[in-house]
């Protein structure tokens, strides 16, 4: 599975920039990494742990603009048509099962 956050904060104010910065760094501490500007996606085991992160991203999301999330399959993910750029074939991005016996 994977969660996507997509974002749209204002930054008109310092405080609501400092809200932006520290919201995009709990993103991050979270696991997520930047797909594009106010785009972050975060693989997670099964649906149950998504939803989980999605409840604790709302608890500290801003309340000034907009921020939104989706969950999405793995096959649905790669499914993903490409209209113009490259795909990131990068570690990050891939989804490879570990299995610890």
Do not use: H, W
């Amino acid at each position: 599975m994977r969660l996507m956050i997509m974002f749209d904060l204002p930054t008109l104010t310092a405080m609501d920039r400092r809200n932006y910065r520290q919201f995009r760094k709990k993103l991050l501490q979270d696991g997520f990494t930047m797909m594009q500007e106010s785009i972050y996606t975060c693989i997670l085991i099964d649906r149950q742990a998504a939803n989980l992160l999605n409840n604790k991203i709302s608890l500290y999301a801003p309340k000034k603009g907009l921020v939104q999330s989706l969950i999405v399959t793995e096959k649905q993910f790669a499914s993903m048509n490409f209209l113009t750029g490259e795909k990131d074939n990068s570690e990050e991005n891939t989804f490879e099962r570990l299995t610890v016996i």
